[in-house]
């Protein structure tokens, strides 16, 4: 066994948004959380549906089910808090995801799907699963869902 | 004045204690400074006072009411967080901008001892509506910009097309004192 080369091969959290499954790099994940308290307020910012607070920390909710599915996520339970390494927008927020999150290791082959995020493909058990980009995910998320989102949208 | 400086809350001692008053609209709950609110009546009791504007700017602000030989743009609450409509039994008259905004009850009087930073992420209008987030009661609200309600262009735009009329209204009150 090559432990020198095991080392260095990247891991991933695989993550369920609605129907799809997709992966981030490990190092961009904090921690999942089940059922926190959330909390909505008017505001115009696409994507976001309310806050937790969690840990003396604001994290925004950021729904990716637009640029992933083409709509919103489904209700969720768990959220999986990211790190979000934009230089403007350093800071945590948290994704709902379905289900629970798995962590594994494994090469990266380039990316098959025509959709920009995608940074490459990933083979588990047999099942292809896309790694995204989290900040052009986002962006292209803002992209699908509208310019300025109503307040009152915003709230439910 | 209690300063948002990140997103992570301090030690209870550190923090400053600042005085606010907790109000509703259409079901939504907000905080503003009392230093902010020069006076809090009820909409019953504002009566004649009220002047409507001889050109609609925006949909937000349609009178201008007087108080104490002073005139404010009356500002919905409901449109400004573009919020369903409510019954605004409320008016805020702000202290340091001729800005009195409507509003559906007050809810409580209270201190606050936090103030956070708005997360990054929030990009849109919210920067100006508010000051940051603060946490009462184990809820997340956000701390009102009282600047926020009438922007120094928007307070041009209204005065421009309406000429003189905010000071108008209020020498009109001078004199119905004197």
């Known amino acids: ?156 | 004045m209690t300063q948002a400086a990140s997103s992570i809350v301090a030690p209870r001692e550190t923090r400053p204690r600042e005085q606010i008053a907790v109000f509703s609209i259409a079901g939504c709950s907000f905080v503003i400074s009392a230093a902010s609110v020069q006076e809090i009546r009820s909409t019953d009791s504002l009566g004649g006072a009220v002047v409507d504007l001889e050109q609609i700017v925006f949909s937000k602000v349609r009178h201008i009411v007087e108080r104490e030989a002073r005139s404010y743009y009356v500002v919905s609450g409901c449109e400004h967080f573009h919020l369903p409509s409510s019954r605004p039994s409320t008016v805020l008259i702000l202290r340091s901008a001729p800005v009195a905004v409507l509003v559906d009850h007050i809810e409580e009087m209270a201190e606050m001892r936090l103030l956070l930073a708005l997360p990054k992420s929030f990009t849109g209008d919210e920067r100006a509506w508010y000051r940051g987030l603060t946490v009462l009661d184990r809820k997340v609200l956000p701390v009102i910009n009282p600047k926020g309600f009438l922007t120094p262009a928007e307070l041009r735009q209204l005065e421009e097309q309406n000429p003189g009329m905010l000071q108008t209204a209020g020498a009109g009150s001078d004199r119905g004192r004197g």
Not at chain 1, 26 to 35: K, N
Not at chain 1, 91 to 110: H, K, M, N, Y
């Open chain 1, 1 to 156: 066994m090559n432990l020198d080369k095991e080392s260095h091969v990247p891991s991933f959290v695989v993550f369920q948004i609605g129907s799809r499954r997709v992966a981030l790099p490990r190092d961009c994940v904090a921690e999942l959380i089940a059922s926190p308290t959330l909390f909505s307020f008017p505001h115009t910012t696409p994507l976001i549906t309310g806050v937790a607070l969690r840990r003396g920390r604001i994290v925004p909710i950021l729904d990716l089910g637009p640029g992933l599915l083409g709509g919103s996520s489904p209700e969720a339970r768990f959220f999986l808090v990211v790190e979000r390494r934009d230089p403007k927008m350093s800071e945590r927020c948290a994704i709902p995801v379905q289900g629970e999150c798995e962590l594994v290791s494994g090469d990266v082959l380039p990316a098959s799907a025509q959709e920009g995020f995608i940074t490459g493909c990933m083979d588990l058990n047999g099942e292809q699963i896309d790694v995204i980009d989290l900040e052009w995910a986002i962006a292209t998320s803002a992209k699908f869902s509208e310019s300025s989102v109503p307040a009152v949208e915003a709230l439910e």
